[in-house]
């Protein structure tokens, strides 16, 4: 396996065509329950690499809606499981990716995500009740995507978010909990799209976020931790949306991602010589994105979809 180099853009689109069309492969087993975040995770990849078109727009718009539930308003991560806003966001996104919002009932899934909020700002992930500062990214970054975020009570949104803030400047998936780059990814995100950036203090989680990164040039999620190329994205996104990304020494984490590559068979893994999965092979193209590399689309750190699909959803008058 990979040896660095440049990016094998050409593997990695064969590797995500072929990863969706052997449905009775390991990784298709292993996904089998999170099927629609595999969709975003691979359809986004082929976008940043400008190759949407290598699959089929009306067999995956198909797909995506037979993991809707009309009762509800919410979308299973596979066909027949039940609803969960961890899909419903990937659904909505894979759905602005295609341009194709005009397949939902906007107001129905809109209702289901509002129907997740708490008394106390927070948001549950389903009906049973699980609380995290990644329902509450996922619940403002839909609704936002949606135009549908004044149905929500944003400033108690803000203030939940606001209590899970550490004296370390990071944030945890719920009051006191550990800082941890996914969840500050999710809150700085949130704070992001609701304007509310003020309640961060950017040299602080600066500091924090800029000593992620590992003596071999790849970022960990937290102190004392593994370098992973995943980390490239909740961290350098995070560093941008506080402008503090030049703080990283961006030519080492290229190259730490660049090393996950199997140059071979196409695919990217967590970290050097490690099996290829299709969840790094998007975090890894998303952090080279973030990074400017060439050839690869520009990305929006907080909405995490193509500049490009996310201008067209927000200077559109018609909605
Ligand atoms: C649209 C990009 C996007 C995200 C949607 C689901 C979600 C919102 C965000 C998840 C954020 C998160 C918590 C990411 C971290 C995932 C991860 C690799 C967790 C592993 O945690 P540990 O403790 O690993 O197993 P470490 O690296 O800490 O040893």
Same mark, same amino acid.
């Given at each position: ?93 894979? *759905?602005?990716?295609? %341009? &194709?919002?005009?397949?939902? @009932?906007? =107001? #129905?899934? !809109?209702?289901? $995500?509002?129907?997740? /909020? ?120 995070? *560093?941008?949306?506080? %402008? &503090?990304?030049?703080?990283? @020494?961006? =030519? #080492?984490? !290229?190259?730490? $991602?660049?090393?996950? /590559? ?58």
């Amino acid at each position: 396996m990979g040896d660095g180099g440049e990016l094998a853009a050409e593997k990695h689109v064969r590797y995500i065509v072929t990863v969706e069309k052997k449905k009775d492969s390991f990784e298709s087993l292993v996904m089998e329950h999170i099927r629609l975040n595999g969709a975003y995770w691979g359809l986004t990849t082929l976008d940043l690499l400008q190759k949407l078109h290598a699959v089929e727009a009306d067999e995956v718009i198909q797909w995506i809606m037979s993991c809707y539930h009309p009762e509800s308003g919410g979308f299973g991560g596979n066909v027949g499981h039940d609803a969960h806003v961890l899909y419903t966001l990937s659904a909505v996104q894979v *759905l602005c990716l295609f %341009d &194709r919002l005009d397949a939902l @009932d906007v =107001d #129905k899934v !809109a209702d289901y $995500i509002v129907g997740l /909020q708490n008394e106390d700002g927070s948001f549950s992930g389903d009906i049973w009740g699980e609380v995290d500062t990644r329902f509450s990214y996922i619940a403002i970054c839909a609704l936002s995507l949606l135009h549908r975020l004044h149905k929500i009570n944003v400033q108690k949104a803000v203030d939940y978010i606001v209590s899970c803030k550490n004296l370390d400047g990071g944030f945890g998936a719920m009051p006191g909990g550990e800082s941890h780059a996914g969840q500050i990814f999710c809150c700085v995100g949130a704070l992001a799209i609701t304007g509310s950036l003020h309640h961060v203090d950017r040299d602080l989680l600066g500091w924090w976020l800029c000593e992620r990164q590992c003596k071999e040039g790849g970022l960990n999620g937290r102190p004392e931790k593994l370098a992973d190329v995943c980390y490239s994205w909740w961290v350098l996104s995070s *560093l941008i949306m506080i %402008d &503090r990304v030049h703080w990283i @020494d961006k =030519d #080492k984490l !290229a190259k730490f $991602i660049l090393n996950c /590559q199997d140059k071979e068979n196409g695919g990217i893994s967590d970290r050097p010589d490690n099996a290829v999965d299709i969840y790094h092979t998007y975090f890894g193209v998303a952090g080279l994105s973030l990074m400017e590399y060439p050839g690869v689309k520009p990305m929006d750190p907080a909405y995490a979809l193509p500049l490009d699909v996310v201008n067209r959803i927000f200077l559109r008058k018609e909605h």
